[in-house]
């Protein structure tokens, strides 16, 4: 078993009277993605400021490459890039002054080429002398990316990385993180309320609720798990159909105009199909829905609620 | 060379800011318009010679000594005066005239005011800036303490100071050289000390008046730095410490009677007082004000660092 870049034992946090994390133990492993999902205000920024440091733990420990990031700070950020909600620059200097800003805060001396690199990795060579005012969320997240790799990290943590993007700008990100996780072996820690995204982007898993982590899996497990079939359908008059169907024992439940079918296998599909028009009902759509995340997501939060 | 570096960052941080040049900006416009007015509009009146002058002087400081002066603090004052003005008809040597460029440098340093302001404005926004733009999250997750970052930021401060001063030193001698150009007689500035009347050379009475008006700067913008540390806002630290710098010393001046006024930060920070004038309270003395001065100067810092260091960055 490789060693963990990032291990997170039994943290705690509170502020005044209120506990908001809970006793969080998890590992992050080189080589992969690992997604920090929860609802807004689940604590999954606080965590995330515990790691880098910018808040202190209350009770438990966390290191960062064998390093206590309480007690060896500098050793421990060393080896962490990190963007924190918004990827803030200063807006006054441009796109490249920026990064030589982080470059020169680094512990070893940045190369002018490594600059040259990171910018051409992240796809800003063409603008990254301008200001960083004139950016879009979209280059101000990828310029906080390339300040977050600059100095070569073990460690990457990303806050809600896709947060303000349009979907082609997700897409990128998403298989750009991907890349640099499996390429590099670098570990990636990226948190997200998003959870279509997190599904496309992470190869583990935590869900974290009210401070809580409530489950740690790999992503192919987890959707395995949960595996129900479920079908759409829409076909007129719905409420007739639904009825209809009912009788047949189907198990139908509506939500809004379209009615989903709980199926077991792929021939009752076809049996579905041939018993609405049977039936003499008009049948103008009938798709399998792919369980999601959300789904299980919902189930694993909804006793909590 | 880290350190180094982290001081480089904060240079460059506030010398691409427009804001800066501004400033900087405005202060040559002032300077300049006050060389031109001193030297065009403020010396249209006759002139009375300077002997004459002295001596009527002389004569009314002695009949107010004979009368009787109620405070020893303003008898002080006078038979100071009184043995300064006996002393320069004596040896000969002319006051300081406004329209010469030792008279408009030492003017100048009544507008050190203007780089008070500035450094408080930088002072202020050094801090609270990066917390309001978000940048401050990214600065700190740095392989260094927060304690050198903080550091990094004060003495730059420190260094914008000296800078202003510098320019205000540099642009008043050659306005005042060419304005109103080298004249033949020696001044020489006169200070009474220890029961002495003692002859100082022109320019290292405007270097050290420059020099007292560093403390007084350095002091302020610490106070603003420390505000804008605490507080996070910009704004505040600026307002504050504007409103102190300007309502302090008249604060100070209304309570003098009180013995106590005498610990206040602003009773203190002109130190000019001990030189050429008499102390904001009886019985002040030098060692007094630089005691109290750099017991103010580890309070703000001590303040602005433990807050600082031990903050949860929540932004």
New interface residues.
């Given amino acids: 078993m490789t060693e963990p870049v990032a291990q997170i034992k039994n943290v705690k946090k509170q502020?005044g009277n209120k506990t908001i994390i809970h006793g969080i133990s998890l590992n992050v492993y080189p080589g992969e993605v690992f997604g920090f999902l929860g609802p807004n205000g689940a604590g999954k920024t606080t965590m995330i400021?515990m790691i880098?440091?910018?808040?202190?733990v209350t009770e438990g420990d966390i290191y960062i490459q064998g390093n206590h990031v309480n007690r060896e700070?500098?050793?421990a950020?060393?080896e962490?890039g990190?963007?924190?909600?918004?990827p803030?620059?200063?807006?006054?200097?441009s796109g490249y002054?920026n990064l030589k800003?982080?470059a020169?805060?680094?512990?070893k001396p940045i190369s002018e080429d490594r600059i040259k690199e990171i910018v051409r990795l992240v796809g800003l060579s063409g603008r990254i002398n301008e200001k960083v005012k004139g950016y879009s969320l979209g280059m101000k997240q990828r310029l906080g990316i390339a300040?977050a790799l600059l100095h070569s990290p073990s460690l990457l943590i990303l806050d809600e990385p896709t947060n303000g993007l349009d979907p082609a700008g997700i897409r990128e990100i998403r298989e750009y993180i991907r890349k640099i996780a499996h390429e590099e072996n670098l570990a990636v820690f990226v948190s997200s309320h998003l959870l279509a995204e997190m599904q496309l982007m992470c190869d583990r898993i935590g869900i974290i609720q009210h401070g809580r982590l409530l489950q740690v899996e790999k992503m192919d497990m987890l959707l395995n798990k949960h595996n129900k079939r479920i079908v759409q359908i829409n076909a007129h008059p719905l409420g007739k159909v639904i009825e209809y169907l009912q009788a047949l024992s189907w198990s139908v439940h509506q939500s809004n105009e379209i009615a989903h079918v709980e199926i077991e296998k792929q021939e009752d599909i076809a049996k579905l199909a041939s018993d609405i028009v049977k039936g003499g009902y008009q049948l103008y759509q009938l798709n399998e829905k792919h369980e999601s995340l959300e789904n299980t997501f919902l189930e694993l939060t909804k006793e909590e609620l | 060379m880290y350190f180094f570096r982290m001081l480089q960052n904060e240079h460059i941080k506030i010398y691409h800011k427009s804001g800066t040049w501004i400033m900087v900006g405005l202060m040559i416009f002032i300077l300049l318009t006050f060389a031109l007015v001193s030297k065009f509009i403020l010396n249209e009146g006759e002139t009375v010679a300077w002997e004459r002058q002295a001596q009527a002087e002389i004569t009314q400081i002695e009949e107010r000594l004979n009368n009787g002066v109620a405070l020893k603090v303003e008898r002080d004052y006078l038979e100071q005066e009184l043995a300064v003005l006996e002393y320069r008809l004596a040896e000969n040597l002319p006051p300081l005239e406004p329209d010469s460029l030792w008279g408009f440098m030492a003017d100048t340093t009544n507008l050190t005011g203007i780089a008070s302001l500035f450094t408080i404005v930088i002072a202020a926004s050094i801090v609270a800036n990066e917390f309001s733009s978000g940048t401050i999250k990214l600065l700190l997750i740095r392989p260094v303490s927060r304690g050198k970052i903080l550091l990094s930021k004060y003495l730059t401060i420190i260094s914008f100071a000296f800078v202003m001063l510098a320019l205000m030193f540099g642009l008043s001698l050659i306005l005042g050289f060419l304005l109103f150009g080298v004249t033949e007689e020696t001044y020489a500035f006169l200070t009474y000390s220890n029961g002495q009347v003692v002859e100082q050379s022109m320019i290292s009475y405007i270097l050290s008046l420059f020099g007292y008006k560093s403390i007084e700067i350095v002091m302020i913008s610490t106070l603003a730095f420390m505000i804008s540390t605490v507080f996070r806002s910009s704004a505040l630290a600026i307002g504050f410490s504007l409103f102190l710098m300007f309502t302090g010393p008249q604060f100070v001046q209304l309570l003098s009677s009180y013995d106590w006024v005498k610990y206040i930060l602003f009773a203190n920070t002109n130190l000019m007082q001990y030189i050429n004038g008499v102390p904001m309270v009886e019985g002040m003395t030098m060692s007094f004000s630089i005691t109290v001065l750099v017991l103010y100067f580890l309070l703000f810092i001590v303040v602005s660092w433990s807050v600082f260091k031990w903050r949860d960055v929540a932004v």
């Fill in positions: 502020i400021r880098v440091g910018l808040m202190k700070y500098q050793k950020i060393a962490v990190a963007i924190i909600e918004n803030e620059m200063y807006d006054f200097l002054e800003h982080y020169r805060l680094a512990v300040q």
